[in-house]
């Protein structure tokens, strides 16, 4: 049983208004529930629509559907405490870490997510203006990668200005090779929007511009990779050295 | 100025069934719809609410959101042939080529046609229960790769049995190490299904299992890449060497 007050609260975690006035985020599926448990999130409750978890609350499937941001609705859903992470954290003296600058996309911020997981990077550092990882849509495309990658918001400028001697790699049309590049074992990974890249300001902060070459070097064809096919390949080439 | 009964044609592109008895896809945007002018495909008609092209036929903003597939409307629709692509051409012992087995979201499949024009491969051949390259989806997901990439629909398992001495690479996870693995100027990468890989039946034709390495190699943490992540670092490890 759940109230239409508590139904809408629930409902309003779609937005990020609505995450940060309830400090809380939606998610979705039995599995990525199961890890939540298992996590140090603080889950508020869970919502199911069969005996799934024994600290899950049952509610009917039309409720699930009226909660649900799912085009298919799930037979859990949990609401979490939005987590709070220390920027300290984020260390490109000491490790690699992304930076997104204006990242819009939701599936694309819950896809470099999932990758930064997969290659061992503890930290992604947003501008303000990235979407916003608590998202649904990002939540899901992380695929549980969300519970190991501490996210963060900042002005990226200032931020980058403030890392001292930590190198700044970023892709630019004119940049190097980046399979022959000397790449460090540490250091921040910009990567730019969608459509416009890297912005001009954060770009001042980038140390040493990388290119990942289309094949072969003087074709004409596609213009550009997808942002995160593109930070994909740039943190396999960093991990592979 | 467009009748019902061809809002109704158009409309019914967007799927695949309509496309095959229409033979033809829908493209929208200016920058697609001028690519394909200057491509080799033909052109059945162009709708367009302001004169961008001497060839398009102006219509009402609401028209155009009747036949449009996108969330916003652009102010150019093309009405496209489906090309036909002789499978032939996709020579494993000559070239590197894509093989898909049942990729399911449009996106993926979209990015992937994307990242197969960066690194220079022209043919991908997808089993009959892949999505439909044409599906609009996939069409605006590819940025105009679609018509540099010759994409194949046929028996996966078959095609690859009757391609000889051709390597045939696959990612398994008792693969081996992709950065250390021996990969050849040519022959076929098999990338599977989002969450089921590649089927047993396909997997019997692979000859080389490959593994992408998390790193640390012995962490906990995803499980898994996204399809289309994985496929750019296997492209990228391939046309780096």
Chains 1, 2 share one sequence.
């Not at 630019?172 to 990974?189: R, T």
């Amino acid at each position: 049983m759940i109230t239409r007050a508590e139904i809408l609260d629930i409902k309003s975690l779609a937005t990020k208004q609505g995450r940060e006035e309830l400090g809380a985020f939606i998610a979705e599926g039995e599995k990525l529930v199961g890890e939540i448990r298992n996590s140090s999130l603080r889950i508020r409750r869970i919502l199911q629509t069969k005996p799934i978890f024994a600290d899950g609350e049952l509610i009917s499937e039309k409720e699930m559907e009226r909660i649900s941001q799912l085009k298919t609705a799930n037979a859990v859903l949990a609401v979490v405490e939005l987590p709070k992470h220390k920027l300290a954290l984020a260390n490109p003296a000491k490790n690699l870490v992304l930076a997104l600058d204006r990242i819009q996309n939701p599936g694309n911020l819950g896809t470099i997510i999932r990758l930064a997981d997969w290659f061992g990077i503890s930290d992604i550092v947003c501008s303000e203006d990235t979407a916003d990882c608590f998202n649904p849509k990002v939540v899901q495309a992380t695929m549980g990668a969300i519970l190991r990658v501490r996210v963060h918001y900042t002005n990226l400028a200032e931020w980058l200005s403030a890392q001292g001697d930590a190198k700044v790699y970023g892709t630019f049309l004119e940049g190097e090779n980046i399979y022959n590049a000397q790449l460090e074992k540490s250091g921040v990974i910009v990567m730019g929007n969608e459509g416009q890249g890297i912005s001009d300001e954060v770009a001042e902060c980038v140390s040493h511009k990388l290119l990942i070459p289309p094949y072969p070097a003087d074709r004409c064809g596609s213009e550009s990779l997808n942002v995160a096919v593109a930070t994909a390949v740039i943190c396999s080439e960093f991990r592979r050295r």
